[in-house]
């Protein structure tokens, strides 16, 4: 809905950021919220809102300090409860504006009696305090708003909302509530975007919360199109919610945003991408009725069975039954179950695995109901324990060292604890997206290749080994290999002969701009880690300059190699021409200062795998006049196909020139990449008999695993002449022993 004659000069901003809290570290302090309510702000600032009609309540890390500094004209504070109880039930109501926008961002929780709430930075271990969050958006419809102004309203709570533990919540004082006046003013339109459901936790990537940064990306591209325009939010959560529905049945990405539209087109539900309206809430716990109707339908006719049941849930839970045991029955152990974090899956693995099992569809529906009640736990009571018990068993300086493998293992999220428990419970609480490896058994496994061969590493090894086998699939093979990847690691580490390289993944370009997303990972000692990842397109000026941060920071001069992952239709880009050194005496080309080589990301049939293999094997005993090369004149892809297939024992092509009719080049390096070729040279100089004498200089006779540096060496020799031939040459390395690795699963807590 776009409000007509909208004057953003009428328009007011509460913006609250919070992450320092009282309990500092252990996973309290949060990196984020600072730089999204500045984002947040200068969209509204570049619209045309007055700094002194917002209100920033802040509580910001010292080193983020900085992205709030230039929002000198608002009206700022700290974020704390006096704070924030004084903007909401006092400031806001001699407003005379038509439009408030209420922001929030930091962590969440949902607390006692099922309420969300918004954490102050008084909040500690035990003692979680926050804002009711319901309460809140009531407050907007009360007369702590001026009846006659504030025509509209809208909420954006970029929050966690995960469980508390039984054990906290019970002691757990309820969220605060801003007011409990009548809400009069019911007519008032309210548009409240959450970034997750109850029980989920809302992701952050880079320093900012991923929900608001789609929103962000949104609500920027309508103000490019019409810069005065109020936005259209309808139109903006379609395509945010389309955004989430995609990640998540791309990656499951584990998170799902809601809104609530109130009186704003006449619609007053709640609606969850690809999900029916939730059911009205009647006080209960449909889950927990669910599962025990589950339970009860597996164990209703078999006494024994169920006895058995209960003395094992008990063993593992270590508690006594909640009632007489003569009387325990399906709700009983349901209700038995959660009484720890890890109760519920526990029994659902006993369930499954007494005599006579469970039907396989009940099984599923059964983690799903479990799922609902213990979001993010999977492990066993047992299995928690167990890895718990073997963790601070040992020196501290060990537990630093599981907390630092974390890190590595879980790249890209927000890890900050050091203590074993939180730092087990927070990979526990990554998502669980079988049959890739959990990464709270990664973590586990690179503490262990780590350690060596003792009998601490050893113990790891079986406590993973052990999950694995229950978890069941392939992932026990998974296991396998990445434990055999660490080893080879952890050997290379320890002679000297780390392969280092650095590796870029870009999208296809979109819009005038050709804008691009990116990913970046480098290779080492350590495996592969992620450095940067950007989700929103920006222009290829911005990624030279981060691929030269970078590269400062990982890369060695004239030895690392730089591999950019491509689209069939995108190999010719020139990466290897872009500029590097613009802080220095003078500017080089990425190519002339790294071996700079292109990878396709498509086209791998695992069909014909056996061909990538096959031809790569042979490069390294192979010359460069071992190379196949290509007619210029193929007449279709069909046709280079064919040429490329005839010669199945050459390691790689040289493409030449095209002829005028023949096929488009990148339909000759479809052809190349699908027929398994992992080495291709070509040059891309308008030219094409000066592009050939260039390409013989590059193929005389050497080693074909000398190509990469030889070509940098060349590209050096001709930097800074843009029409020299050599400028154009061109190569696809393709080495299918350091493949890219997987996105990411972007999660923070």
């Keep these: 809905m776009r409000p007509a004659g909208h004057d953003w000069r009428r328009t007011h901003a509460v913006v609250v950021a919070v992450e320092q809290y009282a309990s500092r570290g252990d996973g309290w302090d949060l990196s984020g919220p600072a730089n999204d309510a500045a984002r947040m702000m200068r969209w509204l600032r570049d619209r045309g809102v007055p700094l002194g009609h917002m209100h920033l309540l802040a509580s910001p890390l010292e080193q983020n300090e900085g992205l709030l500094a230039g929002f000198t004209g608002v009206r700022r504070t700290t974020a704390d409860r006096m704070h924030v109880r004084r903007v909401f039930q006092e400031e806001l109501r001699p407003l005379d504006v038509d439009w408030l926008w209420v922001y929030w961002a930091g962590h969440g929780v949902q607390a006692g009696h099922n309420r969300w709430s918004l954490l102050y930075p008084e909040s500690r271990d035990g003692d979680p305090q926050g804002v009711d969050a319901e309460n809140l ?95 259209d939010l309808d139109g903006v959560w379609g395509r945010v919610r389309g955004h989430f529905v995609e990640l998540e049945a791309r990656d499951g990405a584990g998170q799902v945003p809601t809104v609530q539209c109130s009186n704003w087109n006449d619609d007053n539900d709640d609606y969850v991408p690809g999900r029916l309206p939730a059911a009205p809430a009647t006080g209960q716990n449909p889950a927990r009725d669910r599962l025990s109707l589950l339970v009860r339908a597996v164990l209703a006719d078999d006494g024994p069975a169920l006895a058995r049941v209960a003395y094992g849930l008990g063993a593992e839970l270590g508690t006594a039954p909640p009632c007489d045991p003569l009387g325990i029955d399906a709700a009983a152990l349901v209700d038995w179950a959660l009484t720890l974090p890890h109760g519920v899956p526990t029994l659902i693995h006993l369930l499954a695995a007494a005599p006579g099992g469970v039907d396989p569809a009940d099984l599923v529906s059964m983690k799903a109901e479990g799922h609902q009640l213990a979001p993010d ?119 000297g002969a780390v392969d280092e390289r650095v590796q870029i993944r870009l999208s296809v370009p979109s819009g005038p701009a050709g804008q691009r997303t990116y990913q970046v990972w480098t290779h080492g000692a350590s495996g592969a880690e992620s450095v940067e990842v950007r989700d929103a397109p920006v222009e290829p000026a911005e990624i030279e300059r981060a691929v030269e941060t970078i590269l400062d920071r990982h890369g060695r001069v004239h030895s690392t190699p730089v591999e950019f992952f491509l689209d069939a239709r995108d190999l010719e880009l020139d990466v290897h021409r872009w500029k590097i050194g613009a802080d220095g005496p003078f500017t080089r080309s990425l190519g002339a200062e790294f071996p700079v080589a292109v990878r396709c990301t498509e086209h791998r049939s695992s069909r014909r795998e056996h061909l990538w293999l096959g031809r790569w094997e042979q490069v390294a005993g192979a010359r460069t006049g071992d190379l196949h090369r290509l007619p210029g004149d193929l007449p279709t892809m069909t046709a280079a196909h064919g040429c490329v297939s005839a010669r199945e024992d050459a390691p790689g092509v040289v493409v030449a020139a095209a002829s005028p009719n023949a096929a488009p080049r990148t339909d ?80 923070a807590p």
């Design 377 to 495: 736990r999977w492990l066993l009571c047992g299995e928690h324990e167990a890895l718990l018990a073997l963790l601070e068993a040992q020196p501290a300086e060990v537990a630093k060292e599981f907390a630092d493998a974390a890190r590595k293992e879980a790249v890209g999220t927000d890890l900050t604890a050091t203590v074993p428990r939180q730092v087990v419970d927070d990979l526990e609480s990554l998502l669980l997206n079988l049959p890739r490896l959990p990464r709270l058994l990664g973590a586990v496994e690179r503490a262990a290749a780590a350690a060596g061969d003792g009998s601490y590493a050893e113990a790891l090894r079986l406590w993973s080994d052990a999950c694995a086998q229950r978890l069941g699939g392939d992932l026990p093979v998974v296991l396998a290999d990445r434990r055999e990847t660490l080893g080879e690691q952890a050997a290379a580490a320890g002679t």
């Design 668 to 747: 000759v390096f479809t052809a190349c990449v699908f027929g398994g070729v992992p080495v291709i040279v070509w040059c891309g100089h308008d030219e094409p008999e000066r592009g050939d004498e260039e390409l013989k200089e590059l193929l005389t006779d050497c080693p074909l695993t000398e190509l990469p540096a030889r070509l940098r060496r060349l590209r050096a020799d001709c930097d800074g002449d843009d029409t020299h031939p050599r400028g154009g040459l061109a190569l696809l390395w393709d080495d299918p022993e350091r493949q890219l690795p997987r996105r990411l699963d972007l999660s």
């Design 137 to 231: 958006i009531s407050l907007l419809r009360t007369d702590r708003l001026p009846a006659r102004a504030a025509e509209r309203a809208v909420v954006v709570l970029d929050v966690c909302r995960t469980t508390l533990k039984p054990g906290e919540q019970a002691h757990a004082a309820d969220p605060d509530p801003l007011t409990n006046r009548t809400e009069a003013n019911v007519a008032r339109p309210l548009f409240v975007m959450r970034a997750s459901r109850p029980g989920e936790a809302a992701k952050s990537v880079h320093g900012a919360g991923l929900f608001t940064s789609k929103l962000m990306d949104e609500l920027e591209a309508g103000s490019r199109r019409d810069p005065a325009a109020a936005p």
